[in-house]
């Protein structure tokens, strides 16, 4: 008898095709394409970042490179591969960048299509020069407007309206996990035949965390329920078993490790920064439906991030994310106080 090796061959296309029929068999294929292109993009966006560092090497040596250029940015780099890869499929009526002050238009002599995409190119790119993973973000929105393009209004919809969104982790390896509101799936790149597979269906992240990821150099400009908060999830007041802290400081890394060993991210607002750094549209909304999709939550303190309706393209929030018990603490104990002061 032949033994068939445990080999994925689930293509991520393979797959996108096989959700659709199976969920939305009436569905134009649009937004499929829509994922094929992002996937291409992450290919592209990986194999830069594979070689940052060598490029970071010949900047070191010599004021020009060797092609007597100055060496692009990577996440500059990462913006314009993201606008390439989708601005010409159809598709799209328009986009957002974390890294574009406004809404970026198809080209003309493009057709433009019925969805938006919301993007961050390159998150925690300050990262890339100690080698620390960074990711990509996105979230895809059906255009509200009428006229033929995009429109501001139809970037700023609440995130529950998102129609799929996921991220791109380049880390000791890359993985594309995203949801189309039908669970979270994740692929690992084969870089060998540049192929995302499907490593990991269905992810469901544990009810209950393990992990603590939070930046608390900010304590001293913390109000104190948030510090009390924190005390709960360390151990240090109360009966729950204590949270390991860990934190990368770049969010696709932290929430990540958190998804797929439960935890809880937090980026709160403190009392220098009442909204926090986090983009709504780039950052909390795309993992905040991926949380819950996976069986987690996310809020702002008091609401659900995917309630929230923006108001501005490059709007900030405070974000608690990650396992449903975790973040239900984070609501019980911060909602009371930042109600009050309608935060
Ligand atoms: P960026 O979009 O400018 O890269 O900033 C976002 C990053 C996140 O990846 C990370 O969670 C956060 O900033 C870390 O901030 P801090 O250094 O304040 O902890
Ligand atoms: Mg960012």
Redesign the pocket.
Known sequence: MVHHTDVSVVTIERFIIEQEKLHAPQATGELSGILYDLALAAKMIASKVRSAGLADVLGATSDINVHGETQQKLDVLANSIMIKALDHGGRLCAMAS?EEPDIIPIPEGFRTGKYCLLF?PL????NIDVNVPVGTIFSVLKKVTRGPRGELADMLQRGRRQVASGYVIYGSSTMMVYTTGQGVHGFTLDPSIGEFLLSHPNIRTPRVGRYLSV?DSYLRDWDEPLRALMRVYRGQDGDRKPLSVRYV???VA?FHRNLLGGGLFA?PANRQNRRG??RLLYEANPLAMIAEQAGGAAIDGVNPVLDVTPTELHQRTPLFIGSADDVELARTMLAPQLSSVGA
């Open positions: 974390e961050d998150d925690g790119s300050s930046n400081g770049s969010l932290d980026y750094k986090l």
